[in-house]
Structure formats: C-alpha cells, structure tokens
C-alpha cells in the first residue's frame, strides 16, 4: 500500500485541469485586452501624427511665410514681422486691398495655426491687419 | 494477534475473527486465507505477465458476484492465482483498527507461510495448513498437531499486493481512462495557454515598438492629452475658416461694407455696417446652414456677428 492513493492523482489532476481553465481564461480575456489597447493606441498615436502634421512646425513656419513675404505684390506692403516664443506675428498699419486678398488667401488655405487676426477697413482700398501664427 | 519482524514494519496477521487493535503507525498485513481465493495452476506458459490476462477467465465460475482483483505468482513450473475483493479487504482492516495511510504491505498467508507441515493455530477455533500446497483454513478440532502462530519465523516473500480503495466503484482500466484524457485535456489547455500567452507578448511588443516608430509619449495619459489638445486646436482652426468663409461670401450691396474681421479669445468677430435685413438675413441663414453658432447684435448702422470658438 506505499504506492501513491489514485485518489490524490485524480483529485490533482482535476484541480491542475481546472487551475489551467482559469489561467487559459484569464490569459484569453487578457489578450482580448491586449489587442484592444493596441488597436486604441494605434489609432490614438496615429491621429496625433496626422494631427501633428497637420500644421506647420516652427521651421516650417518661418520658412514658408518668408517665401510668401517675399513675393513682389506683399513687399510693397511693408508687413513687419516679429517672433517672439511660439508665435510669428505680423503687422501692417495700412496695406492695399489686393496684398491683403493675397495674404489672407495663402495663410487660410496653408496649414497655418491662426492665433489670432484683426483686420480693419481702413479706406475703400486699404485695411491694417495683425496676424498671429502658432506652432 | 500482533507479532513484532526483525523488519522495519511490525506485521498484523488479519482474519474476519482476528481482534480489534489500535494501530497507530505503518504496517505490514498478512491476509488470512478467509480473505482470497487461491488456486495452483499448471499452464503452459512461461511469464506471469501471460497469465495475468486469463485471471478474470479462470475464476469465472468460482467467484459469487462482487467486484475482485487478481494476483499471480510462479513457484517453481506452478502458478498461484489469487483472487479478492479490495473493499471487503479494506472493510475488514477498518473494522480491526487498521487505517489505510498505517498499511505498509500486503501478504497473502499463501505465500508468507509457505513449506510448513504443520496447522497454524490462527485462533482458538480456527487453524491453517496446506493441502496440496494450497494454504486452507479449518476448524482446530479437527487437527492432531498444530502450533500458534509465530511470526517470528517468517520472512516476508516478494509477493504484495496493492488493494485498490475504488475498485468496487471504478475498474482499474476505467480510471486510467480517465486519468489519460485528464491528462490530455491539461496537455491541451496547458498548449493553448502558452499559446495565448505568446500571443500577449507578441501584442506587447507590437505596442512598444509602435510607440518607438511613432516617438510618443511612455504613458497613452500623456499621449491622450496631446491628442485632446490637437483636436481642440483642429476644431477651433476649422470652424474659424469655415466662419472667415461665410462672411467673405456674403453678397454685398453697393452701400454696404465690412468694416472687421477679428479672431481673438476664442472668439471670432465680424462687423458690418449699412447692412439691409435682406442681407442680414442671407448672412444669417449661411451660418445657420453651416452648423455654426452665433451671436448677432446691432447698432445704429453697425451689424456684428460672434462666433465662439
């Protein structure tokens, strides 16, 4: 009678059974988990990368702006620009009604982060206008 | 009747008349011929292994019903078949003060009193002797010359037995059935967890490598945060454009003009002036049909529209 009770192996073999359906279970809702926090990460990072470029980066900018400044119906307009932290600021006390369409119509349509913006009508062909462009 | 070996374990000699004792630690029992049924065969066959299978077979028509297992061993050419009923085995040794967990060995008295010519008096009625090499009980009177039994002249054979504590319930065979597909179920269940569990680690690692390949934040709190503020940023730029638009849109009259247009505090401004309600109206409802909301009020000849970003 020294050899092992066929009691003590079934009821093991009934509690490791069973020990396993718990961990398999658990191991089942933890990787339904898994892929849910991973499909929700990825499409959280991935709408912030689409986002992130949806506007421009501080090089971005300043580079772009230049190259619009710089055209020949803006220069005449005498648009001061400044930066000062995250912003690039512009200004113009009185610019003629055609720079202004030109301007107003590149940077609504770029991918520019309007800060803020007031333009003001000054005559029948002029207006002042302050702009400033986030990043 | 307890007699102590020269042994590791004392040794209970067990018999439906033996007395009660309490046993307290492990034993060896030796199984009185009341307890099996015994038989010597000459077969021709050379293994043990080979006769265990005709077992059943050769106490067919011996047996009243119950539930038995059988034992064999060879003696010379001759095998010695045994058959007994575990339960009532088990039965017995409870009644006698014997647990399970205190049995160490099984005997049968066949084959641990073997070569003695004389009766072995069991008790004060009963004694044994063999007949034709089978060990068999009888009553005392009818033996001339027997001796008490002494266990110190014995030595124990190889012959144990292990007695089944189920097998009136469940057949031996039955339950290594069981046990087999218990087996195989944790095989499977154990395959599949690890599975599972690599798939886990592979997911985990999907992740990292995504928050790598996209230079985010360590923590998604972090990370939705920075996505919350975008969208804000996304939402208030769009709906600016969309309100630029509409008021650049507006169809004017000769005599009526835009004086502002202003985006500051989240909140964008347009002013009109010399503006007719046809034209207030037409602004009106190209803001409305837009989705957005908006607050108009007016002075002397001064319109002006806010929308809150």
């Keep these: ?135 | 009747m307890f007699t102590k070996f020269n042994t590791k374990y004392k040794t209970v000699f067990i018999d439906p008349k033996s007395p009660h004792y309490e046993v307290d630690e492990k034993v060896n029992v030796i199984l009185s011929p009341a307890l099996y049924w015994v038989k010597k065969l000459t077969l021709p066959m050379k293994y043990v292994r080979d006769v265990k299978k005709l077992l059943p077979s050769i106490f067919e028509d011996v047996l009243p019903e119950g539930h038995y297992s059988y034992s064999v061993y060879k003696s010379g050419e001759d095998f010695f078949v045994f058959a007994y009923e575990d339960k009532r085995i088990l039965d017995t040794l409870t009644q006698k003060g014997i647990i399970t967990s205190n049995i160490a060995n099984v005997y049968f008295a066949q084959s641990e009193f073997e070569h003695r010519d004389e009766a072995i008096e069991i008790n004060d009625v009963e004694s044994m002797y063999f007949k034709d090499e089978i060990l068999i009980l009888m009553p005392s009177a009818f033996v001339t010359h027997s001796k008490p039994l002494d266990m110190q002249e014995i030595s124990h054979s190889q012959h144990t037995i292990a007695l089944a504590q189920f097998g009136h319930i469940v057949d031996n065979k039955s339950l290594i059935k069981i046990a087999a597909v218990f087996v195989a179920l944790i095989v499977i269940l154990a395959t599949e967890w690890f599975v599972i569990s690599q798939k886990i680690a592979a997911v985990e690692e999907l992740k990292e490598a995504l928050f790598a390949k996209e230079g985010a934040k360590s923590t998604m709190f972090e990370n939705n945060a920075i996505l919350k503020k975008q969208k804000e940023i996304y939402e208030k730029q769009t709906k600016l454009r969309e309100s630029i638009a509409v008021m650049l849109a507006s169809k004017l009259l000769k005599d009526e003009t835009l004086k502002e247009l202003k985006y500051k505090n989240k909140t964008f401004v347009a002013e009109f002036s010399s503006l007719s309600a046809a034209t207030i109206n037409a602004i009106e409802k190209e803001l409305k049909s837009a989705n957005i909301d908006f607050k108009s009020s007016k002075q002397s000849e001064s319109w002006r529209v806010e929308v809150a970003l």
């Excluded at chain 1, 849910?36 to 702006?65: H, N, P, Q, R």
């Excluded at chain 1, 003001?120 to 062909?125: I, M, R």
């Design chain 1, 1 to 135: 009678m020294n050899r092992l009770n066929p009691l003590y192996i079934g009821v093991g073999l009934v509690l490791l059974a069973l020990l396993l359906l718990l961990k398999l279970s658990s191991a089942k809702e933890e990787l339904l988990l898994a892929k849910a926090d991973y499909k929700e990460t990825s499409l959280t990072l991935g709408e912030i990368s689409s986002l992130s470029s949806a506007y421009m980066s501080k090089d971005e900018v300043k580079k772009s702006l230049q190259r619009i400044l710089s055209q020949p119906s803006l220069k005449s307009a005498n648009i001061e620009q400044n930066i000062k932290n995250n912003t690039f600021f512009l200004h113009s006390s009185s610019m003629d009604k055609e720079a202004l369409s030109s301007l107003m119509g590149k940077l609504l349509n770029g991918a520019y982060n309007i800060g803020a913006f007031e333009i003001k009508k000054l005559s029948e062909n002029k207006a002042s206008l302050e702009v400033e462009i986030k990043w």
